[in-house]
């Protein structure tokens, strides 16, 4: 599907930048880190049988929830083009190259997973974001992101206007009442066996009639 660009942000991470993002996030490290994360998200979620990733860059994360899950069924919706290139290597998962704000539900996953990419969200579009993931999960949502009770801008790599953090989680749960917290976390940066980039994480469970 042809892409479209709706924001400044999604321009700065569909070009240049978000290439050389592309190239600097690489390689098996990473993949660990992400597998022990998501070993616990799955801990408290128990067997999960598919999942879509919003913002998959490379693919790291679903290659870590297949590590953890073989027979799982995966997809990735993903705007900057190299990424696309290098996720498209990997076997057995749709792929769409396209905008989140353009990506249109046609199924249910019973995991819908956005990791480190609503801080890069204009903030004036989360809640289309916000849609998409409620929309595309049957069960449960995880939303793994810098938090901050109240919402800032921070300078991100000499650039601004392109990282904000606030409470995304929250703002998900009062947006669908019929949400809860089954679990969530922190990983922090300096973690000697598997870090990430003081990510805090949230697993929200649908209500089940």
Not at 50 to 59: K, L
Not at 102 to 122: F, S
Request: aromatic share 12%; charged share 25%; glycine share 6%.
């Amino acid at each position: 599907m042809t892409k479209t660009v709706a924001t400044p942000q999604e321009a700065f991470w569909s070009g240049e930048f978000g290439d050389e993002y592309t190239v600097r996030n690489d390689g098996a490290h990473w993949i660990a880190s992400n597998a022990a994360l998501f070993s616990r998200v799955l801990n408290s979620a128990g067997p999960v049988k598919s999942a879509i990733e919003f913002g998959a860059n490379r693919g790291l994360n679903l290659q870590a929830l297949r590590l953890l899950s073989p027979n799982i069924e995966l997809a990735g919706v993903e705007i900057n083009d190299n990424a696309i290139a290098e996720l498209k290597k990997i076997s057995k998962i749709d792929v769409h190259h396209q905008s989140v704000f353009d990506y249109k539900p046609q199924k249910k996953y019973e995991l819908a997973l956005i990791k480190g990419v609503l801080i890069h969200i204009n903030p004036d579009r989360l809640k289309d974001v916000y849609r998409v993931l409620y929309e595309s999960s049957s069960r449960y949502i995880c939303i793994a992101e810098y938090y901050n009770p109240s919402p800032v801008t921070i300078p991100y790599r000499g650039h601004t206007d392109v990282l904000f953090k606030r409470d995304f989680a929250g703002e998900v749960l009062k947006l669908y009442p019929d949400l809860r917290i089954r679990d969530y976390g922190f990983v922090y940066h300096g973690d000697p066996n598997f870090p990430q980039d003081d990510i805090t994480w949230f697993l929200l469970e649908k209500a089940r009639g």
